[in-house]
C-alpha cells in the first residue's frame, strides 16, 4: 500500500502544474487609467487608490471587507494624486499625495486617517519635508516608513509611534533623483528603491533607517529605477526596472536575489517594455506589468517570460482601457491579488504537463563553448511574426539586435558568426509574448 502511494504522489507531482488565473473582481471599482496602489490587511480587508490626471477628474480612495466581493468609496478629491496607501488596522492608515503640480493642486504629501479613509488628515513633518510620497510600508502597529518621490526630492520619513510623531533624512546621498518603493521585515531591516544620476539603486538598512548600504547600483547610464520590490521568502526578491531613458525597442532588465539582498543581479526582459508591477506567488513564479497594456509571466524564476491575458483587454495606450498593472499583494501561495484598472485576484488551478510544456520556447546553441561560430536553435509551439536576437556581454550590454522577421512553428535555427572577444554572452529570443535567454561562452 505505502508503494500505490508513494507512486500516485508522485505521478501528480509530475504530470500536474497549477496554473494561475486572475479574474477581474466583478463589484471592484474600475478606472480607464489604473489604481495606483492597493493595500490589503487582511485577505478580507483591503484599500485601492486611484489618482486623478487626464480624463480622470476625482482621486479616489475605496475600500472592502469581504475580499473583494463589495467595494465602498469612502472619499474622493478633485484636488489630490492618491499615489499609495497602507493601514495599520481596520481604521487607522495613511495615504499618499505625489503633489505633482502639473496635475494636482494638493500640496500635502501624506494623510493620515482613523476610519478607514473617510476622513483624512495632513501629517506634518519636520525639515528636510518630502513634496510627494510614492511608497508607504506600515511595518508594526508603531513603525511606518514613507518615501518619495521618484522624481524628488528623496526623503524617506519615518514614525516609530504609530504616526504621533515623524523624522525625516535626505537620502541624496544615495539616491540623488529620488525613492520610490520599499521592503521591510522587520523595523530595522528593509529595503527602498530609487534612482541615483541615471542609474537605478536599491538601498539596505538593518537599524531601523539610521545608516544604509548600497546593495544595487546600475551602471548602464540609461535614465532607470528600481520601481518596485517583491519578496516572495525572505532569500528571494525581484525588482522590476522602469525605464524613460531609450526608445521602445531598447534593452530592459530587471533584478533578482536569492542571498535575502546582500546581493541583486540584472536579467534582460522584453525589449521596450515600460515595467511596473510586479509580484511572485512562490520563488519561481511570478509577474511584471506595466504601461504597454500587457503583463507577463514567469514560471522559472525569470529565466522565461510568456504573455498573460488574464488582466483585461489589453489596448494600448495612455489612457485607453487598460490593465497597466502597478502593485501586487500577496497573501499565501494560492492567495493573491493585484491593482491596475480594476482589482484582479488569483485563482489556482492544476493543468497537465503537456500544456505547460507547449507554452513554452526551448532554445539552445550548439557548439558552447565555441570560437567564432555557433548555431543558435529554438523550437517555436506557434507561428512568430517578430523573432528578434539580442546578445548582450556579462555586465549586461547589449553587442548585437537583430530582427528574424517572421518564423514558423517548429525548430529555427541562425548561424552565429560575429567574431567576439573570448568571455561570457548572453543570448535572448524574443517573441511578442515570451522571450528566452541562455547563457554562451567565446574561447580563442
Known amino acids: 500500500m505505502k508503494n500505490v502511494f508513494l507512486f500516485i504522489c508522485l505521478f501528480f507531482s509530475s504530470h500536474l502544474f497549477a496554473q494561475y488565473d486572475w479574474q477581474a473582481l466583478p463589484s471592484a471599482p474600475t478606472t480607464p487609467y489604473r489604481f495606483d496602489d492597493i493595500y490589503f490587511l487582511n485577505p478580507k480587508m483591503g484599500w485601492a487608490v486611484k489618482p486623478i490626471g487626464g480624463p480622470i477628474v476625482l482621486g479616489e480612495i475605496w475600500e472592502t471587507r469581504d475580499g473583494g466581493n463589495n467595494w465602498v468609496r469612502n472619499f474622493d478629491s478633485s484636488q489630490t494624486y492618491y499615489r499609495c496607501v497602507g493601514f495599520k488596522d481596520s481604521l487607522n492608515g495613511w495615504i499618499g499625495n505625489l503633489c505633482d503640480s502639473s496635475i494636482s493642486k494638493d500640496s500635502i504629501p501624506l494623510y493620515s486617517t482613523n476610519d478607514g479613509g473617510k476622513t483624512l488628515f495632513p501629517v506634518n513633518f519636520p525639515s528636510p519635508k518630502p513634496k510627494g510620497i510614492c511608497g508607504i510600508s506600515v511595518v508594526t502597529d508603531s513603525v511606518v516608513y514613507a518615501y518619495g518621490r521618484y522624481y524628488g526630492p ?19 546621498p544615495y539616491a540623488s533623483v529620488g525613492l520610490i518603493d520599499g521592503w521591510f521585515w522587520n523595523q530595522d531591516t528593509g529595503f527602498i528603491t530609487g534612482q541615483d544620476g541615471l542609474n537605478s539603486v536599491i538601498l539596505h538598512t538593518l537599524d531601523g533607517g539610521s545608516t544604509w548600504q548600497t546593495v544595487y547600483h546600475a551602471t548602464r547610464n540609461d535614465t532607470d529605477h528600481v520601481w518596485k520590490l517583491f519578496f516572495p521568502s525572505r532569500d528571494t526578491g525581484y525588482g522590476s526596472i522602469e525605464n524613460t531613458g531609450t526608445s521602445l525597442t531598447g534593452s ?10 546582500k546581493t541583486w543581479k540584472e536579467y534582460p526582459f522584453i525589449s521596450g517594455y515600460d515595467e511596473e508591477g510586479i509580484g511572485f506567488i512562490s520563488n519561481n513564479v511570478g509577474w511584471i506589468g506595466g504601461w504597454s497594456g500587457m503583463s507577463y509571466i514567469t514560471t ?10 488574464n488582466f483585461g483587454v489589453m489596448t494600448i495606450g495612455q ?6 498593472i502597478n502593485r501586487f499583494r500577496r497573501f499565501s501561495d494560492t492567495l493573491m491579488y493585484a491593482g491596475g484598472n480594476t482589482v484582479y485576484k488569483l485563482n489556482t488551478k492544476l493543468t497537465g ?33 517578430n523573432v528578434t536576437l539580442e546578445v548582450s556581454d556579462a555586465t549586461g550590454k547589449k553587442i548585437l539586435f537583430k530582427n528574424l522577421g517572421f518564423k514558423n512553428v517548429g525548430q529555427n535555427v541562425y548561424d552565429f558568426n560575429d567574431n567576439l572577444q573570448p568571455g561570457v554572452y548572453y543570448y535572448t529570443i524574443s517573441t511578442s509574448d515570451m522571450i528566452v535567454s541562455k547563457k554562451m561562452v567565446v574561447v580563442k
Open 154 to 172: 528623496p526623503v524617506l520619513a519615518m514614525t516609530k509611534d504609530g504616526g504621533k510623531t515623524w523624522t525625516t533624512k535626505d537620502m541624496s
Open 252 to 261: 530592459r532588465y530587471f533584478v533578482k536575489t536569492v542571498d535575502g539582498g
Open 300 to 309: 522559472d524564476g525569470g529565466n522565461t517570460w510568456n504573455l498573460d491575458s
Open 319 to 324: 489612457f485607453s482601457p487598460a490593465p497597466y
Open 353 to 385: 504537463i503537456n500544456e505547460i510544456k507547449a507554452r513554452k520556447m526551448s532554445i539552445s546553441n550548439y557548439p558552447n563553448p565555441f570560437n567564432n561560430t555557433t548555431t543558435i536553435s529554438y523550437i517555436l509551439a506557434r507561428p512568430c511574426t
